[in-house]
């Protein structure tokens, strides 16, 4: 085993300082990088060390693996932690990481490789005996390929890049006369996203629910998975708001899809965190729809129903301890929520918002847990994700959880951008949200009731703060100042301000 002292994060916002805290619990020093964009970026403020890497750019930044490699060397890091997103699941990366001794937390550049690629995922899976969707296991290969293809698969069906996600290069393809132009625009959009054009074609499942399996391996040949996490609100195919336990689940269901998910972990001898993510029908029948390996945005909820860290398990793993605990002995507590907020603009196609935060109150009590990166005056860059924090309540019951959420969301207060922070509490509201009787067409079925017509003039709550501050202060100049005492709206306070005016 080789034990970790030092850990160059290679990320930023919200991620980098949610890694350094356990680092900083482990007595691990931390080692910050950044771009022109984040040097005042909260990240930088909070690690051991700092290091600029470049341009704002991310090409030139965050994804530019030989000056992360220079400067880990630089500083001695032992480990390079690389967060989620930017070269979290980038192979090349993580084989320069062991090419210069320095150990990459998370799995192989192999089995990077081998699940980055979703045909061949597909082709694994469907090895391992795990359920896929219907479909091609290998690529379209021309526009008369594809109208055969998607002929004999039957439409609808969804057109997708092999070596995508976060929804690009995917398109949902309903009539004949669509296949060709379709299939084009995703192969246009994948080469432009992934540098790699390769698409293939699955049977489109309508109205699923999007869970996932949070899985663990070792060094030693040990898995567990973690339970599940119900994912289906999204927007554009992206994530907004996943809870745990899934109000889709039973108890036989999570059996079930729990041994599919440990098996296809075992399957490429997973090491470190990883995410199984699986489409269910309405009759829950379920199919694997790709592996994550890497930590998930929304790992928080995992952790806030199991009591395990999982940033701490992954440093563990990649020191080579074994797991100490097995799948009998964990146990879900409670239910969790998370919301992501982002800023961007929820009445005009939840465009991003970037600018200067004047003003930020966080939700504080118990079960509340805020991951953010944001603070007053702060300037959101317009080179990064628009997602700015990451609301994580955790209750007894999945009712309560929805209670404290909304009373979470109603203290969150940022003035300055336009935040998604309204448009998640109307989603607390909704009929379908409560009931738990929801699936990735959510928010298309709810748009009416979720975009209110009801508009706030541009900088509406700035006025309001300020307004309510010199309200403030004109109460307390009297109060100060006046021996008649200020009308008191109940006994309480009434009483505080006989108490104050006695010591005057």
């Known amino acids: 085993m080789r034990k970790i002292n030092k850990i ?24 910050a990088v950044f771009s022109d964009a984040d040097r005042t970026s909260m990240h930088v403020r909070y690690a051991d060390e700092a290091y600029h890497i470049g341009p704002a750019s991310s090409a030139e930044s965050y994804l530019n693996a030989d000056k992360i490699i220079e400067v880990a060397l630089k500083v001695k890091a032992d480990a390079i932690h690389p967060g989620y997103g930017f070269l979290s699941e ?45 479909g091609t296991t290998e690529s379209v290969k021309t526009e008369k390929d594809a109208l055969e293809t998607i002929r004999k698969i039957g439409l609808p069906v969804m057109v997708k890049a092999s070596a995508g ?60 998975h973690l339970f599940e996490r119900e994912c289906s ?12 336990p899934s109000p889709l689940m039973t108890t036989e269901l999570r059996k079930k899809m729990g041994e599919y998910a440990v098996e296809a972990a075992r399957a490429v001898n997973y090491e470190g965190a990883g995410t199984i993510e699986f489409l269910v029908d309405n009759d ?19 952790e806030r129903v199991t009591g395990i860290d999982l940033v701490k398990q992954q440093i563990l793993i990649a020191e080579g301890q074994p797991l100490s605990f097995t799948q009998e002995k964990l146990r879900q507590s409670g239910h969790a929520i998370e919301c992501r907020v982002y800023a961007e603009d929820s009445e005009n196609n ?60 109603y203290e969150y207060k940022i003035t300055g951008v336009k935040t998604s922070i309204k448009f998640l509490e109307r989603i607390m509201d909704t009929e379908d949200f409560k009931s738990g009787n ?67």
């Open 8 to 31: 160059l994060i290679a990320n930023r916002g919200e991620i980098a300082i949610r890694i350094m805290r356990t680092c900083r619990e482990m007595g691990i020093s931390t080692v």
């Open 90 to 134: 980038n192979s090349v990366f993580a084989r320069k990481c062991a090419d210069n001794d320095i150990k990459f937390i998370g799995p192989s550049p192999e089995v990077i490789n081998q699940m980055g690629d979703k045909i061949q995922a597909r082709l694994t899976m469907i090895a391992a005996g795990v359920p896929v969707v219907p």
């Open 165 to 224: 996600g976060g929804g690009k290069g995917m398109r949902l393809i309903t009539e004949e006369k669509d296949i060709v132009s379709l299939v084009r625009s995703a192969r246009s959009e994948a080469k432009s996203s992934f540098g790699n054009d390769a698409v293939y074609v699955e049977k489109y499942i309508s109205s699923p629910h999007h869970i996932e399996f949070q899985v663990l391996g070792d060094q030693h040949g040990n898995f567990v």
């Open 233 to 244: 609100v999204q927007r554009r195919h992206q994530k907004m708001i996943e809870e745990t």
């Open 284 to 302: 829950r029948n379920f199919f694997f729809l790709e592996m994550n390996t890497r930590l998930q945005v929304e790992h928080p909820i995992t």
């Open 350 to 409: 939840f465009m991003p918002n970037p600018g200067k935060i004047h003003n930020i109150t966080e939700p504080l009590g118990f079960g509340v847990r805020t991951d953010g990166y944001v603070y007053e005056g702060y300037e959101i860059p317009i080179h990064y994700d628009s997602m700015i924090s990451k609301l994580i309540v955790w209750a007894e019951n999945r009712n309560e959880a929805i209670a404290r959420m909304k009373r979470a969301l």
């Open 438 to 504: 929801y699936d990735t067409n959510f928010i298309e079925k709810n748009k009416g009731i979720l975009l209110s017509d009801e508009k706030c003039p541009d900088d509406c709550e700035d006025m309001i703060i300020i307004a309510s501050y010199i309200e403030y202060l004109d109460r307390l100049n009297i109060a100060q100042t006046s021996k008649e005492m200020y009308p008191a709206q109940n006994r309480w306070k009434k009483y505080t301000y006989q108490k104050n005016f006695e010591r005057l």
